[in-house]
């Protein structure tokens, strides 16, 4: 018999790199809804093991104009050496469209160009032009054929909308990893 979805979930873990705490904020709250205990923070944790895992969150923020948060910066090159080919990966990206409309959400883009070579197969991706909020930038590396690569956030300008995307992309979540078990 083939292992369920929730064990998915309960042997899961959030990786995640921020610099002033509101990817941190949103990875908890992300773990919490999906029901994942743990929870590494890049800064003091290492990156490695995370493809020996089923399933991982991985969660990240844009800085200085489309380059990966410091933490995730010091993983780039591992993150393209690991082997994910067992592993389900879900990506997360927070962003500023107003102040860096020309790179939102990069870092999305970037974790996915790092990973895919290596077998990861990405779930959650996200329909902007679906969400009720909706998005106003004019480039992001997070997009593929018109959908994110993962769920994309923007607590500088929509942190209001993030509670529902959360609860949304979360359901969507349990949705995907039920159909690949
Ligand atoms: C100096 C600086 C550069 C940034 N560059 C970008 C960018 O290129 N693209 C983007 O979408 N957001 C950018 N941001 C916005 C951050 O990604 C956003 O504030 C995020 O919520 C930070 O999360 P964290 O503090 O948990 O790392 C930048 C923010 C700062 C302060």
Not at 150 to 155: I, N, Q
Request: hydrophobic share 40%; glycine share 12%; charged share 25%.
């Amino acid at each position: 018999m083939g292992i369920g979805a929730d064990e998915l979930l309960a042997n899961g873990a959030v990786y995640y790199g921020s610099s002033l705490g509101r990817v941190e904020g949103v990875a908890k709250h992300i773990a919490a809804n999906l029901g994942i205990p743990t929870l590494i923070d890049l800064y003091d944790s290492p990156l490695a093991g995370a493809e020996a895992r089923r399933f991982v969150v991985l969660a990240m923020s844009t800085w200085y104009d489309g380059i990966l948060q410091d933490d995730w910066r010091e993983h780039h090159a591992e993150l393209a050496e690991l082997d994910w080919s067992d592993t389900i990966v879900a990506l997360v990206c927070l962003g500023d469209q107003y102040g860096y409309p020309h790179t939102f959400a990069d870092a999305l883009g970037i974790v996915a160009e790092a990973v895919e070579p290596g077998g990861a197969a990405l779930i959650g991706n996200w329909d902007p032009k679906a969400d009720p909020a909706g998005y106003d930038f004019r480039r992001s590396r997070g997009l593929r054929n018109g959908r994110f690569l993962g769920l994309v956030l923007d607590e500088d300008n929509q942190s209001g909308a993030t509670d529902e995307r959360i609860r949304r992309w979360c359901d969507q979540i349990r949705r995907e990893l039920s159909e690949r078990c």
